[in-house]
């Protein structure tokens, strides 16, 4: 096939993004639909517990000592409403390329502090899910922590590439 409708330069569905529509592949809609529901989900979850705890959220970030503590007061303070917007645009659909973009660089930072707490020997809960901090070194959970994470980083960039899903606000207000 040659022309407009073969290179995505032509008017038509592919124009957009250069993909094929979800009419092509029905299925991918439906990935979307659930890889926006797992990360806006853990996202959102994750944001509320530590938003409850505050201190508890700073103690979590001043374990993996990466940071002094001003810098970690920021963080521990910010990422929950960080994590808790971008999980809601996640679940309604709203602006979905970019909250998907920002939950998987939140991913990508969340797998390299935990390599870095694992690498220099510290035994320390990640804190994703409220209050972290020094553990005995049996009860580090670095692995499945990490898997966790690459695993929402891939369903990430699956709905950066595809940001179009059913249910999802994006498509109600561009009028698909």
């Known amino acids: 096939m040659t022309g407009p409708a073969a290179t995505g330069t032509g008017t038509g569905p592919a124009q957009e993004d250069d993909r094929p529509t979800t009419a092509h592949r029905p299925w991918a809609g439906y990935v979307g639909l659930g890889a926006r529901l797992a990360v806006g989900g853990v996202l959102l979850v994750a944001g509320l517990l530590k938003i409850t705890d505050l201190t508890g959220s700073v103690q979590s970030v001043m374990a993996y000592e990466l940071f002094p503590y001003p810098v970690a007061r920021l ?102």
């Open 75 to 176: 963080i521990g303070s910010m990422l929950p409403v960080v994590e808790i917007a971008v999980g809601l645009l996640l679940v309604v659909g709203l602006l979905t390329r970019g909250a998907a973009a920002v939950g998987g660089l939140l991913m990508l930072l969340f797998v390299a502090g935990i390599v870095s707490a694992w690498s220099r020997g510290l035994a320390i809960d990640c804190g994703c899910f409220g209050t972290g901090g020094p553990v005995d070194p049996e009860d580090t959970a670095y692995l499945p922590d990490i898997l966790r994470d690459l695993g929402l980083l891939a369903l990430s960039a699956w709905l950066v590439v595809r940001p179009r899903t059913p249910l999802a606000l994006d498509s109600l207000l561009k009028g698909r």
